[in-house]
């Protein structure tokens, strides 16, 4: 059966294609929460957003200004809508512009979160503000191809081998060895759970500090020899670290509540057709 919104048909080909589009955002978040993925579900979210897109584009038809000439124009030259027929460019953009112009309407009657608000937030979720596990460490760095990687390789062990014999110190090892000591100084990115491929993960974060790591291989470009200098172990953030950061996704939590609710109250009013949502609207 056909999806229609009050009157207006949404075609198979656009829910295929919203479909396609949401796949990968949908998956990821639903094995997330530990689920598994269907096509039922996606399908049924894909339709849900057409709804939702085609309900606010007609409610800023209807309550927002028609933009003058001169902010469509500008809209046509910075924006791409080379996607639509020529003759239908300037209505998408002018309907764009009043779409943006609704969405600013409704995050303006949302009011900033107060620091009451947000320090009630922080203490009852401490586990979202803890700084992860990590590690601070110096590397010496090798440049490879197919061609060089084996002697790299051996070349990296046998500096390994010299500065735990103390025939060199780890700081003129870099500086004498490595391919990028000029541009990061021997001092590699501060390492989170999650940054590395798994294998090189483990290796790192099983070393003491001070200790010296086997050669590691991060990319086809690279092979790279390890020092930890500092384990980092997870910590609490204070509220201070984490206010302007926290007050802001509060605020835009709420302008998004701000927008279902809006989107929920056209839904209720709408006449739609050949759609069965999880909670039927009023209109069903």
């Not at 080379?82 to 003759?87: D, G, N, Q």
């Not at 764009?96 to 009451?116: F, G």
């Not at 940054?195 to 003491?208: G, I, R, T, V």
Request: proline fraction near 5%; charge should be negative.
């Amino acid at each position: 059966m056909a999806v229609k919104v009050d009157g207006v048909e949404i075609t198979e080909q656009e829910i295929q294609a919203e479909i396609e589009a949401l796949r990968p955002e949908y998956v990821e978040y639903v094995r997330q929460q530990g689920g598994e993925p269907s096509d039922e579900q996606v399908r049924e979210w894909a339709v849900e957003n057409l709804i939702e897109g085609l309900l606010l584009r007609h409610e800023a038809i209807k309550t927002q200004p028609v933009p003058n000439e001169e902010r469509v124009r500008k809209e046509l030259e910075s924006a791409d809508y080379s996607a639509f027929p020529e003759e239908q460019r300037s209505e998408q953009a002018r309907v764009n512009l009043q779409q943006r112009r609704l969405v600013r309407e409704i995050r303006k009657a949302v009011k900033p979160p107060a620091d009451e608000e947000a320090r009630a937030f922080y203490a009852a979720n401490p586990g979202m503000f803890v700084a992860a596990e990590g590690l601070r460490l110096s590397h010496i760095c090798r440049w490879v191809d197919p061609a060089t990687r084996a002697e790299a390789f051996l070349d990296l062990l046998r500096i390994k081998s010299e500065i735990e014999q103390g025939r060199i110190s780890w700081i003129e090892a870099v500086q004498a060895y490595s391919d990028t000591v000029e541009r990061d100084s021997g001092m590699f990115a501060t390492v989170t759970r999650g940054d590395l491929p798994k294998a090189a993960e483990e290796a790192l974060f099983a070393l003491a500090p001070g200790a010296l790591s086997d050669v590691i291989e991060l990319d086809t470009q690279t092979l790279h020899l390890f020092k930890l200098l500092v384990k980092l172990e997870p910590q609490q953030m204070p509220y201070e670290a984490v206010e302007a950061n926290l007050k802001s996704s509060l605020f835009e939590q709420a302008c998004q509540d701000a927008l279902n609710a809006r989107l929920d109250l056209l839904k209720a009013a709408a006449a739609i057709e050949g759609w069965l949502p999880s909670e039927p609207t009023a209109a069903q």
